[in-house]
Protein backbone atom coordinates (compact mmCIF):
# COMPACT_ATOMS: atom_id res chain seq x y z
CA UNK A 1 0.00 0.00 0.00
CA UNK A 2 3.00 2.17 0.81
CA UNK A 3 4.05 1.97 -2.92
CA UNK A 4 0.39 3.10 -4.34
CA UNK A 5 0.46 6.24 -1.89
CA UNK A 6 3.45 7.48 -2.85
CA UNK A 7 2.70 7.19 -6.30
CA UNK A 8 -0.69 9.13 -5.63
CA UNK A 9 1.31 11.75 -3.05
CA UNK A 10 3.77 12.10 -6.41
CA UNK A 11 0.95 12.77 -8.86
CA UNK A 12 -0.73 15.10 -6.22
CA UNK A 13 2.76 16.83 -4.99
CA UNK A 14 3.48 18.14 -8.20
CA UNK A 15 1.54 21.50 -8.36
CA UNK A 16 1.75 21.51 -4.25
CA UNK A 17 5.24 20.78 -3.35
CA UNK A 18 7.40 20.73 -6.69
CA UNK A 19 5.66 23.65 -7.96
CA UNK A 20 5.90 25.39 -4.65
CA UNK A 21 8.29 28.31 -3.93
CA UNK A 22 7.84 28.16 -0.04
CA UNK A 23 9.59 24.62 -0.28
CA UNK A 24 12.47 24.21 -0.78
CA UNK A 25 13.47 21.91 -3.85
CA UNK A 26 16.24 19.50 -2.42
CA UNK A 27 12.90 19.04 0.48
CA UNK A 28 10.31 18.05 -2.23
CA UNK A 29 10.83 13.94 -2.17
CA UNK A 30 10.80 14.23 1.74
CA UNK A 31 7.39 16.38 1.62
CA UNK A 32 5.79 13.74 -0.86
CA UNK A 33 7.18 10.61 1.51
CA UNK A 34 5.86 12.21 4.67
CA UNK A 35 2.59 12.73 3.21
CA UNK A 36 2.80 9.00 2.48
CA UNK A 37 4.25 8.04 5.49
CA UNK A 38 1.64 10.19 7.89
CA UNK A 39 -1.42 8.57 5.93
CA UNK A 40 -0.14 5.06 6.96
CA UNK A 41 0.78 6.10 10.21
CA UNK A 42 -1.95 8.30 10.60
CA UNK A 43 -4.70 5.47 9.79
CA UNK A 44 -3.05 2.57 11.87
CA UNK A 45 -3.29 5.28 14.72
CA UNK A 46 -7.22 5.16 14.32
CA UNK A 47 -7.09 1.52 14.25
CA UNK A 48 -4.92 1.25 17.45
CA UNK A 49 -7.20 3.76 19.58
CA UNK A 50 -10.00 1.73 18.40
CA UNK A 51 -11.29 4.88 16.54
CA UNK A 52 -12.43 2.83 13.81
CA UNK A 53 -15.74 4.93 12.94
CA UNK A 54 -13.46 8.05 11.68
CA UNK A 55 -11.93 4.65 9.18
CA UNK A 56 -14.74 3.49 7.96
CA UNK A 57 -16.05 7.25 7.48
CA UNK A 58 -13.95 7.49 4.63
CA UNK A 59 -15.49 4.56 2.99
CA UNK A 60 -18.86 6.57 2.84
CA UNK A 61 -19.91 8.07 -0.18
CA UNK A 62 -17.78 11.05 -1.00
CA UNK A 63 -16.07 11.92 2.33
CA UNK A 64 -12.87 10.84 1.20
CA UNK A 65 -12.32 14.41 -0.12
CA UNK A 66 -13.80 16.40 2.26
CA UNK A 67 -11.70 18.63 4.47
CA UNK A 68 -14.31 18.33 7.39
CA UNK A 69 -14.44 14.76 7.53
CA UNK A 70 -12.87 14.07 11.16
CA UNK A 71 -9.97 11.24 9.33
CA UNK A 72 -9.32 13.95 6.80
CA UNK A 73 -8.77 16.33 9.48
CA UNK A 74 -7.01 14.03 11.72
CA UNK A 75 -4.82 13.06 9.36
CA UNK A 76 -3.93 16.63 8.15
CA UNK A 77 -2.71 17.42 11.47
CA UNK A 78 -0.45 14.92 11.82
CA UNK A 79 0.88 16.26 7.95
CA UNK A 80 1.12 19.59 9.10
CA UNK A 81 3.16 18.66 12.58
CA UNK A 82 5.60 16.24 10.88
CA UNK A 83 6.12 18.62 7.92
CA UNK A 84 7.13 21.49 10.10
CA UNK A 85 9.01 19.05 12.78
CA UNK A 86 11.03 16.78 10.65
CA UNK A 87 11.61 19.21 8.35
CA UNK A 88 11.85 22.43 9.08
CA UNK A 89 8.85 23.41 6.71
CA UNK A 90 6.72 26.88 7.80
CA UNK A 91 3.50 25.91 9.79
CA UNK A 92 1.72 28.22 7.18
CA UNK A 93 3.28 26.32 4.06
CA UNK A 94 2.91 22.93 6.07
CA UNK A 95 -0.44 23.34 6.90
CA UNK A 96 -1.55 24.39 2.66
CA UNK A 97 0.43 21.68 1.43
CA UNK A 98 -0.96 19.28 4.20
CA UNK A 99 -4.62 20.64 3.51
CA UNK A 100 -4.26 20.49 0.04
CA UNK A 101 -2.80 16.84 -0.28
CA UNK A 102 -4.02 14.73 2.21
CA UNK A 103 -7.75 15.09 0.59
CA UNK A 104 -6.68 14.49 -2.52
CA UNK A 105 -4.26 11.44 -1.40
CA UNK A 106 -7.32 10.03 0.34
CA UNK A 107 -9.58 10.74 -2.03
CA UNK A 108 -8.13 8.56 -4.62
CA UNK A 109 -6.95 6.13 -2.62
CA UNK A 110 -10.55 5.38 -1.41
CA UNK A 111 -11.69 5.58 -4.74
CA UNK A 112 -9.33 3.18 -6.32
CA UNK A 113 -10.42 0.89 -3.53
CA UNK A 114 -14.28 1.06 -3.85
CA UNK A 115 -13.58 0.85 -8.17
CA UNK A 116 -14.58 -2.78 -9.26
CA UNK A 117 -12.61 -1.74 -13.00
CA UNK A 118 -9.39 -0.41 -10.74
CA UNK A 119 -7.65 -3.87 -9.50
CA UNK A 120 -4.12 -2.16 -8.72
CA UNK A 121 -5.78 -1.34 -5.42
CA UNK A 122 -8.20 -3.04 -2.83
CA UNK A 123 -10.34 -2.69 0.47
CA UNK A 124 -7.88 -5.39 1.54
CA UNK A 125 -4.90 -4.06 1.22
CA UNK A 126 -5.65 -1.18 3.10
CA UNK A 127 -6.97 -3.20 5.84
CA UNK A 128 -3.77 -4.76 5.87
CA UNK A 129 -2.19 -2.09 5.87
CA UNK A 130 -3.76 -0.32 8.57
CA UNK A 131 -3.79 -3.20 11.16
CA UNK A 132 0.27 -3.99 10.34
CA UNK A 133 -1.03 -6.94 8.22
CA UNK A 134 -1.79 -9.08 11.81
CA UNK A 135 -5.08 -9.82 13.56
CA UNK A 136 -7.59 -7.70 11.71
CA UNK A 137 -10.71 -8.99 14.04
CA UNK A 138 -10.82 -5.22 15.73
CA UNK A 139 -11.36 -3.81 11.89
CA UNK A 140 -14.20 -6.22 11.56
CA UNK A 141 -15.92 -5.79 14.06
CA UNK A 142 -16.00 -2.07 13.42
CA UNK A 143 -17.33 -3.44 10.02
CA UNK A 144 -19.98 -5.27 11.41
CA UNK A 145 -20.63 -2.41 13.58
CA UNK A 146 -20.95 0.20 11.22
CA UNK A 147 -21.28 -1.93 8.12
CA UNK A 148 -24.99 -0.98 7.93
CA UNK A 149 -24.15 2.66 7.72
CA UNK A 150 -22.28 1.68 4.21
CA UNK A 151 -24.67 -0.06 2.52
CA UNK A 152 -22.51 -3.83 3.61
CA UNK A 153 -25.83 -5.25 5.17
CA UNK A 154 -26.41 -7.84 1.98
CA UNK A 155 -29.53 -9.61 3.28
CA UNK A 156 -30.99 -6.66 4.71
CA UNK A 157 -31.56 -8.69 8.24
CA UNK A 158 -29.98 -5.08 10.21
CA UNK A 159 -26.20 -6.81 11.03
CA UNK A 160 -23.12 -7.22 8.99
CA UNK A 161 -22.19 -10.83 9.56
CA UNK A 162 -20.69 -14.08 7.73
CA UNK A 163 -24.70 -14.17 5.84
CA UNK A 164 -23.61 -11.00 4.21
CA UNK A 165 -20.35 -12.06 3.46
CA UNK A 166 -21.89 -15.26 1.85
CA UNK A 167 -24.61 -13.23 -0.31
CA UNK A 168 -21.37 -10.80 -1.28
CA UNK A 169 -19.49 -13.94 -2.55
CA UNK A 170 -22.28 -15.27 -4.31
CA UNK A 171 -22.76 -11.65 -5.75
CA UNK A 172 -19.23 -11.60 -6.59
CA UNK A 173 -16.97 -14.44 -7.40
CA UNK A 174 -13.69 -14.53 -6.57
CA UNK A 175 -12.45 -15.12 -3.02
CA UNK A 176 -11.88 -13.44 -0.28
CA UNK A 177 -10.75 -10.31 -2.84
CA UNK A 178 -14.39 -10.69 -4.07
CA UNK A 179 -16.09 -10.99 -0.84
CA UNK A 180 -14.52 -8.19 0.45
CA UNK A 181 -14.76 -6.31 -2.90
CA UNK A 182 -18.92 -7.15 -2.84
CA UNK A 183 -19.10 -5.84 0.77
CA UNK A 184 -17.30 -2.69 0.22
CA UNK A 185 -19.43 -1.70 -3.26
CA UNK A 186 -16.79 -3.70 -5.53
Not at 60 to 65: S, T, V
Not at 160 to 185: H, T
Amino acid sequence: MFEQLTQLAQQFGQDTVVKNDAIPNEKNEAVINEASTSIITGLQKMVADGDLSKLGGLFQGNNAKDASNPAVQQLTQQLTGNLSEKLGINSGTAASVASTLIPKIISALVGKAKDSGDSSFEISDIIAAVSGGGDNAGIMDAISKYGGQFGLDQNGDGKVDMSDAMDAVSKKSGGLGGMLGGLFGK
